[in-house]
């Protein structure tokens, strides 16, 4: 597992990865932040400190769900590592071929199960911005891969500006340094959250499937995706509130 | 238009006393590699395998906090990464934790070419070396008596310290008053781009000495230590918590597109983003220029134009 965390103002940060054992990543990427003299722990180094650091750990099995057993054992078969969002659904155009080539487990297209990243973003009244996310990274990814979450700039970035959380194929977010991204347009093109985050996704994500939320030290609250969807929601101390997957 | 290159052996508080058993060796190494990477490019090769090449050299150069001569980790042992990435494509691979495999920066190319990933780690990345049959050695080949003399300092001095060429004076050190007295050095780097404008950065390192275990630098991440598109390519050393935070390299090509500065502009831009005593950074742009800034005492570089100029300096003036 890994995550990372970052403060806007003064671009603090925190990572983990590899971690196997430690019940909640993100606090652990919060405590090198605030506990260490670095930015990023990964595997045994990261484990150790979480020890040491008293966090609450489990067995790995702690981790484990029957769903994730299930695709596994078809993404081996497949020989193939689970993207849900490449997997078109029932009402896309490519027809009947498209629904042969759809992985299936227990009769239903496997973009139902398949896991995602998670994250949040967050905005006070001051300004203040706030980023985090968290993953167990790609279904059959090969040991020690590290996607685009624990990666500051890439899956995690907040500044003065904005603060961003991205989900999707962890290459392409790396690639396009998408987190940062969505910044540094509003800060070097002088783009609003919403048109920097819709240039971002339109434009520099190439064949990448991706997706986002952001928000601004104005209080704006956006998302982005070029996938079917993205499971999110939003709210606003106006009262505005919304829960989307489409 | 033309190729171009440049080479870094790591920014930081070098004094400028440093002596000459510790100057010259560097000044070789970085001399060697730029005819190396030079001759490279005057042969065609893509610059993607010229960074590599050159930055294979620094990696075996004890001299260099690289591959042989890694710094250590608070319990003295050595975990190295490392990161390519190409302009054209922006196809990259990254590693870290790496302890046995002899260049870093090979293992981050196969990540980029032979894996459908971008970056692997430790024991991961180990077995991964293994598997495609790279190079590896017991871990004690990296190891150097200064490296192992400078953890003990750092650990008596309680400090993280990124130096390499100097070692913790017992009385206060004269360059207390700059960032709380760590002095600064570390990674390896080049950029290139050849006469079509192709471009490609690699960047390796030991890290910084003293440092916790696992703990991963500026080096590996994409847009902090080591960037490059169709604009330019850049390396950055120096203190990677603030490179990491500043995310330099990407930053130096996105000002060059978003605000149109060149290429030289652009590394001021991103260095600016780095408190002083912090960083340095090496780039090149597509067109042939080249940008070498650091805001440190100094920084081991060189670099070389097709128009026929070259450069070796490590303080403010060239030394030839």
């Known amino acids: 597992m890994e995550a990372s965390i970052m403060d806007g103002p003064k671009r603090r940060c925190g990572a983990v990865s590899g971690l196997t054992t430690v019940k909640n990543p993100i606090s652990l990427a919060r405590l090198v932040m605030d506990k260490t003299p670095h930015s990023y722990l990964g595997f045994a180094g990261a484990e150790e400190f979480a020890r040491k650091q008293g966090v609450e750990l489990v067995d790995n099995e702690y981790f484990i769900t029957e769903d994730n057993v299930g695709m596994l054992k078809l993404a081996k078969e497949a020989n193939s590592i689970l993207f849900d969002y490449r997997i078109p659904t029932l009402t896309t155009c490519g027809g009947s071929a ?25 905005v006070d009244k001051q300004g203040h911005c706030a980023a985090a996310t968290s993953t167990g990274g790609l279904m059959n990814k090969m040991t020690g891969r590290i996607g685009d979450s624990p990666l500051i700039g890439s899956g995690t970035y907040a500044c003065d500006l904005v603060a961003v959380s991205c989900t999707g194929e962890g290459e392409a977010i790396i690639r396009s340094t ?57 709210a606003t101390e106006d009262g505005f509130m919304e829960v989307g997957v489409w | 238009m033309g190729w171009a290159i ?16 510790k100057r010259l ?75 046995t495999v002899v260049n870093a920066i090979s293992l981050a190319r196969l990540v980029m070419d032979k894996t459908p990933h971008i970056y692997l780690a430790f024991d991961g990345a180990e077995a991964f070396a293994r598997e495609q049959g790279l190079e590896t050695v017991e871990m004690s080949h990296f190891i150097t008596p200064e490296n192992i003399e400078r953890l003990k300092q750092a650990q008596e001095a309680d400090r993280v310290q990124l130096d390499y060429t100097q070692p913790i004076q017992k009385e206060v050190p004269k360059d207390a008053a700059l960032a709380d007295g760590d002095s600064q050095i570390g990674t390896v780097g080049c950029v290139a781009v050849d006469n079509e404008g192709n471009l490609a950065t690699a960047t390796s390192t030991g890290g910084i000495v003293n440092k916790m275990v696992g703990r991963i630098g500026d080096t590996p991440i994409i847009g902090a230590g080591t960037y490059a598109n169709h604009l330019c390519a850049v390396s950055a050393t120096g203190r990677g918590e603030a490179i990491i935070r500043g995310t330099i390299a990407r930053d130096v090509a996105a000002v060059m597109e978003f605000k149109g500065l060149s290429l030289k502009e652009a590394a001021a831009y991103a260095m600016n983003r780095v408190p002083r005593g912090n960083a340095g950074l090496i ?19 060189a670099c070389a134009t097709e128009d026929g100029y070259s450069e070796i300096s490590i303080w403010d003036s060239p030394i030839e």
């Open chain 1, 98 to 122: 498209a629904m042969e080539n759809q992985l299936q487990m227990n009769g239903l297209p496997i973009s139902l199960y398949a896991p995602e990243t998670v994250g949040c973003v967050v």
């Open chain 1, 178 to 234: 998408l987190a940062r991204e969505v910044a540094a347009v509003m800060e070097y093109k002088g783009l609003n959250l919403h048109e920097a985050v819709d240039y971002v996704i339109k434009t520099r994500l190439d064949e990448g499937k991706a997706g986002l939320i952001a928000v601004s030290k104005n209080g704006e609250v956006a998302c982005g995706f070029n996938t079917t969807g993205m499971f999110r929601g939003c």
């Open chain 2, 6 to 21: 440049a080479v870094h052996g790591g920014a930081g508080d070098i004094p400028l006393s440093l002596p000459p058993e």
């Open chain 2, 25 to 99: 060796p560097r000044e070789a190494g970085l001399r060697r590699c730029l005819d190396v990477g030079i001759a490279a490019l005057k042969a065609h090769n893509h610059p993607l395998d010229v960074v590599e090449l050159v930055v294979r050299e620094l990696e075996n150069n004890p001299h260099f906090n690289a591959g042989k001569g890694s710094v250590l980790t608070t319990s003295g042992t050595v975990e190295m990464e490392a990161c390519i990435m190409d302009g054209k494509t922006m196809k990259c691979g990254a590693v870290s934790g790496v302890s």
């Open chain 2, 283 to 301: 780039a090149v742009s597509s067109t042939g220029e080249v940008a070498m800034l650091f805001n440190t005492t100094g920084m081991f570089r």
